[in-house]
């Protein structure tokens, strides 16, 4: 059973840099060919694909939040981290990692439970 686990700060300041990590157990990220996500919910809002991380270790990003994202990975510790910088509270959502296998039709298998991040000064 794949388990996925974000930590972070959950009060992060107006133009500093949100940094979250997800902790994998029960499968390696380096395992063809799924494809580690983070994926935000602002209040209200819809789910917003912010970007991924594949086994390969290539990256991708949603076209709207490129200039501030940037996700890495530590295969030696089995997690990867998103960076977004230059916060405002419109980034104020609950952050979840999951992974997927785009080859099926509903990609998206485990996701961790979530964390609550608030920008605010």
């Known amino acids: 059973q794949v388990q996925l686990q974000e930590s972070g700060p959950g009060l992060v300041k107006p133009s500093q840099t949100l940094s979250l990590t997800c902790t994998v157990s029960g499968g390696s990220i380096t395992t063809n060919y799924y494809y580690w996500s983070w994926i935000r919910q602002p209040p209200g809002k819809g789910l917003e694909w912010m970007g991924a991380i594949a086994f390969s270790g290539s990256t991708y990003y949603s076209p709207s939040l490129k200039s501030r994202t940037s996700i890495s990975r530590d295969t030696s510790k089995n997690q990867f981290t998103l960076q977004l910088s230059s916060v405002t509270p419109e980034d104020t959502a609950v952050y979840y990692c999951?992974?997927?296998?785009?080859?099926?039709?509903?990609?998206?298998?485990?996701w961790g439970q979530g964390t609550q991040v608030t920008v605010s000064s």
């Open positions: 999951a992974r997927a296998d785009y080859s099926d039709s509903s990609p998206y298998d485990y």
